[in-house]
């Protein structure tokens, strides 16, 4: 297992919750085999309902797997605060340079329309020492959120976590 603290981890709640899934759905698929084989009746909807069971059971394995902190074993759980569009050089030079203090005097700026940088933040809740955070810098047309630019993905820590989330809080009280 490598030393870094971000990464998948095995999450037994997740693994049960789709192996109950699909356990559920291959026994009523059986009682429908059953109903067929002893009564003579074919009930497609209870195959396509078992059908259905299955394939969401096994499509919920891959959330036996969440991306987090490896050292609470916990998800991340994620989040994100817009600026204007003209930010997205500042917000990307202070996350690479962890500059609190820039992003902090960044949380007044006027509320976005248009063109706009959003900061994506996904952060442990567990021990709220870690997470990443990046830059994307898109407009909406009328129809659909167009992205033009995307920073890197920093990794965070500490106290740059929690000026994110401070950011988070006071962008969102303006907005609000």
Known sequence: MSNNPIG???SIKNAGIAL???LGGAAFGAYCVFRVLDQGRISLGGFAVSGL???VG???FATAFPKGCRRCKRA???TGVSFPGNYYGAIEQALSNGDEHGLLQMQTAPLASGEIAKINI???AGCRA???AQVERSRYNGQYSETLETGALHVVTGSMVATLANVTAARTQMSG
């Open 76 to 78: 991340f759980d994620s």
């Open 8 to 10: 998948r981890f095995f």
């Open 130 to 132: 870690l997470g990443t």
């Open 53 to 55: 069971l299955v394939l």
């Open 20 to 22: 109950a899934t699909l």
């Open 122 to 124: 996904e952060h442990c």
């Open 58 to 60: 096994l499509a919920l």
